[in-house]
């Protein structure tokens, strides 16, 4: 069963970088579709950016050019390199994982299967 593991959470100040890790195992084939989620209270869960097993990223409009995801298959991580921070940046992101490389609406939650516990990005002004 595959398991993701997120890290790398934390307070920073609008404009502000963080970059999230997720490290996979469980599983002897890295090269699923994987996706970063994101939970605030009062709104549903949103894609912020996916990409699949070939390397092709997606993200959510709001998020481009300032979000950069990637995956390193020697590492068995993925990353989400966060710049210029906004307020509306904050919530619990979660890292998940379909059952196969192409990614079926890659932002889309109900398309995953793998999820991760979560870590919280705070973002003061």
């Known amino acids: 069963q595959v398991q993701l593991v997120e890290s790398g959470g934390g307070s920073v100040q609008a404009g502000g970088s963080l970059m999230l890790s997720c490290t996979v195992s469980g599983t002897t084939d890295y090269q699923y579709c994987m996706g970063w989620f994101r939970h605030t209270p009062g709104k549903e869960r949103e894609g912020v950016a996916a990409i699949t097993g070939r390397g092709t990223e997606m993200y959510k409009e709001s998020v481009k050019a300032r979000f950069t995801i990637s995956r390193d298959s020697a590492k068995n991580t993925l990353y989400l390199q966060m710049n210029s921070l906004r307020s509306e940046d904050e919530g619990i992101y979660y890292c998940?994982?379909?059952?196969?490389?192409?990614?079926?609406?890659?932002?889309?939650?109900?398309?995953?299967?793998?999820w991760g516990q979560g870590t919280q990005v705070t973002v003061s002004s």
């Open positions: 998940a994982a379909q059952s196969h490389s192409a990614c079926v609406d890659g932002l889309t939650d109900r398309r995953y299967n793998s």
